[in-house]
């Protein structure tokens, strides 16, 4: 589904080159439910970028269903994530400025798909989060759980094969943590989504199928 | 798409009301005081009144003599002796005609007292000018020669003086004479300076004929063609016959004449910038200095729409990051601001046009300027228009360009 | 602290560019308005010299060529006959009218410097029809009639620019131009010093100003007849005037206006595109001082973190309030030196003989002490609002 091979990056600040990652090999299956772990700054969320197509590696290559997409230019990997790529961050990052269901829309609107199809989907994947109640409201009406149930659903409406999360938890106290993991769970085990997830969270760690381990920029 | 930017735009428009507001506030303001500007710009060189055929005429009304050594000089209108030696000389016109410059005189009529200006003209003034009669005509070249007692009134002048009687036949004392009235015209607006007056009367009724002798005095020359493309010629041939074979009166002392047969243009550019010693009219300068003003007074507006539409966007930064991660290109994202400052821009330039209009209303109907009579357009709201989607671009452009470019990740962590 | 914003609004620069060109060009405006203000205040400031109440000025007009003898003496028959009227209160004769740009003057060059003065003419009785001020000496009278030298009056602007010791009176001003001076030529000899004759009106400069004498007994020359009514006149004695004059001599047109009239339509002219400018600038500044507060709303609200952090680390929300006023103040200060060195050049340069140093720097202070008062005003709320936030919600804002 997707690999990375001797997959290394670097950032060029001032005059220090910072090591983030270097001569990463990883495979994730498809259905597969993978954790990253780590210590802040071993570069997992770098990881994760690379592998959501956000970022560039310094050297290494990326593959999406045996493709290597190295050599893309930014237009066709633009399409690429819009495909087969859902997100779903930390600090929830919806639109305050459109209604839920609009946010949710969002990844459709750079598909051509008519209005009318966007919005039956769009009203599915709520309903699959458990908001179809709440399609009208703007997202600062809503409390932190139901605003990262939103996050997923606007990430899972584009029916991606992929499903990146950067710390869903992070930002919700344990019991709304437990709500959008089993959230993620059933996704998982209903569609069988590959999902990938940083967490910093044993437990959260335990509940999924493996767990890759990332320190100082390398797996272990 | 489109579609999608557009209701996008007005959705973000309707959360962010101050932001909207101080924007709408922005451009329509802006565009009010340029459309009023372009509008009496318009209405000067594009004519609707009685200067309707501007093409069709040129104006000579300005003279300077002087004598070999420079040093007695006379400026001002023309004389008439100096129009009958040279200017009736030229060959290019089918028409010239000569009329006075303006006076006002006031005028008592049923005890109460009005200041009226005065025109005085021949026939040709009525033949080379496009005047709307409202009602009866004007005087004929017969009339004109015989020095018949007749006068031509605009409209404002007849309901001042009779109300909703009808002007033909009623007579009116000016200067101790009596005239009849013949015509009434519309009003003619303030910017067609060569056709204002509230009075036109032959200038044969003249109690003394004294004026025939001047070289300069207060008369003005229209030299008319039915054809524009030869009369745009008649200044080299009047330039020419000046310099070469002027007829000026010996006993006078001046031997060097200097004026010209302009257009509209030419004449305002006369006014503000050239000198009287030359012919230079320097048209491009005065075209450059209008178009500079134009932009230095729309520069602090876009400042501020860049401004706003910047700090606007960066608040939006992790908006973009979401809407990178989610698959839209940056010609994508680019399309989207820009869209938004054009609709926005749009609904400014809307309310501007309205404003624009009431404006005018106050300055024309309600008297803001006297004798104003300015006419909004087809060819204003095109300006208009255009000025509206100049301006859209310029706010929106180099904002919608920066946000683009934010890389997703760094957009996401909010840091710019 | 200063130093801690400086390097905070260095950082964020080429937000704050923005907001520094914004400053610039709309102090720039704003400079315009204090200057045409104040020199328009201090100007209107200035008594006139004369009384323009119940003023009116009788225009004789011919076309054609005026004949000194016959036109002349037609001219004596209509003062004459004019003075008669009971409405009348007194007459006199002046050649360039009072609130019109009709102008005489004289100039010359000083070693390099090029001077010049008005020049006008009126009669014996004129000073005191006017009610005009004497500073020095005596009006004109019928000693003068007669004379090898011809009279003059002269304003103060004139002997504070010509005779700077003030020693004026006797002076023969011919001989201020130095070409004039080996030449044989009637001498003009200062026999008084009045306050001032402000022809053109409250808005137009002192300058040097000369009056010289017409006897009008003598006179041959079309003047204008200036008539001091009696203020209890009704309107339609213009029109039995008119008709008497026409009576009298036909030939002729005439026009009578109030000198309060002149002047309100002079005014009118010179005021009408001043108001203009002032309603554009004060839109101007208006969307300048929204647009600033717009910006700085949005900067405080994506500065929530920053902010919560300052006040985490223990700043006050009274600090966070300064500081928020103290950045857009330090921004606006270095828009107002940027637009200060362009403008500074105007007097430098000498570009406006009106803008000088006092002119300049009053002005100056003027829009600087508006501008950063504007500027605090649109900070104030943003300000506000940053204070609003708890340590622990602004931390937590995304």
Redesign the interface.
Known sequence: MLSLQNISKSFQTDRIETIALSDINLHVNKGEFVSVMGPSGCGKSTLLNIMGLLDQPSSGEVSIDETPITSYKDKQITGLRSQKIGFIFQSFHLIHDLKVLDNVELPLLYRKMSAKERKALAITALEKVGLSARIHHYPTQLSGGQQQRVAIARAIVGKPEILLADEPTGNLDSHMGSEIMSLLESLHQQDNTTIVMVTHDEEMAKRTQRTIRVFDGQLI | MLSNYIITAWKVFLRRKFFTFINLFGISITLMVLVVTSTIADNYFYPAGPEKNVDNFRTINRLLVTNDEENLTSVGRLGYKFIKDNVFRLQTPELISINSGTRTRAIFHEGLKRELLIKKTDSNFWRILDFDFIQGRAYSIDEFEAGDKVAVINKRTQLALFADKSAIDQQINIENQVFTIIGVVENVPIVEATALADVWLPYTTNASTAYQQETTGDWVTLLYHSNPDIIKDVNTEFVNLLENDVQLDKSSGFSIAIAGAYSKLEQLSRELIADDKSHETHTGLVISLMIGLTVAFMLLPSINMINLNVSRMMERSSEIGVRRAFGATKLQLLMQFIVESILLTLVGGIIGILLSVFALYLIDVKGLIPHAHFSFNLRVLLIGLVLIFIFGLVSGVYPAYRMSRLHPIAALKGNN | MYMHLIKMIWNRKR?NG??I??VA??FV?IFAVAVLSIRNYNLMQIPLGFEYDNMWRLQVM????WDGSTDGETFQQIVAAVEQLPEVDNLSLLSNATFRNWTSTRSFQVDDKFVFYYMNFFDDRAANNFDMTLLEGRWFGPQDSNQNYDAVLVNKTFVEKFYPNGDVLGKNIVKIDPDEIDREQTEQIVVGVFDDFRQFGELVPQSPYVFFRVDAEQNKRNLGIEISLNPNVD??F??RL??ML?GLA??Y?Y??TSWANSRDSQLRQTTTPLAIFGV?AA??I???A??L???L???V??RTHEIGLRRALGASASGIHRQIMSELIIVTLIGVLIAFIGLVQLPVLGVFQELDWSLFWLSFIAALVFMVSLSALCAFYPGKVATGYSPSEALHY?
Do not use: D, H, Y
Not at chain 3, 62 to 65: H, L, P, R
């Open positions: 937000a923005l907001i060109a914004e060009i709309a405006v011919k076309s054609g060529a309107e339609v213009e029109q008119l008709t026409r036909p030939e047109s026009s009578f554009i839109f101007l208006l969307m300048v929204m647009g507060f717009g910006v709303w949005q900067n609200s994506t995304e």
